[in-house]
């Protein structure tokens, strides 16, 4: 069983506003030219907060943030977002894997952004509503 889609969009001033919650002010997500002189796209999403968009839409999913029992991801390509109005979006889905005899959910996920994979391996266990 599939559950219904979500899509969230990153601008840079997400990054901003992340850089400030978290700390992690590493040029690669404010400096165009410092991203793409390491080798990158351009400025990037935190992975951490890549991973707390599709930790949102698990939480959206059971119902409530406590309900979520697990959740692991490994990230394999990096969300570079536009220095636009637009940004970019990812595209977070799942699939239900598994159904255990006291009720949890094991859910696969998928994010991607611009068609592309952006996590693997990516799974999440989820308490029954109750």
């Known amino acids: 069983m599939d559950l219904s889609p979500r899509t969230y969009r990153i601008t840079r001033a997400d990054l901003v506003r992340y850089a400030g919650a978290s700390g992690d002010f590493n ?8 991203a793409t002189g390491v080798g990158l796209p351009g400025v990037i999403a935190h992975g951490m907060f890549t991973m707390a968009l599709v930790g949102r839409a698990v939480t959206e ?8 029992l697990d ?6 390509r990096p ?17 239900v894997r598994e159904v255990t005899e006291d009720g949890r959910t094991v859910l696969d996920l998928s994010a991607t952004c611009r068609g592309e994979k952006v996590l693997a391996q990516a799974r999440a266990t989820v308490r029954a509503r109750g």
């Open 27 to 34: 040029p690669i997500h404010w400096s165009e030219r410092f």
């Open 61 to 68: 999913w059971a119902g409530a943030p406590d309900a979520v």
């Open 71 to 76: 959740f692991n991801v490994r990230f394999t």
């Open 79 to 95: 969300v570079a977002v536009p220095d636009d109005d637009e940004g970019t979006e990812i595209q977070v889905s799942a699939t």
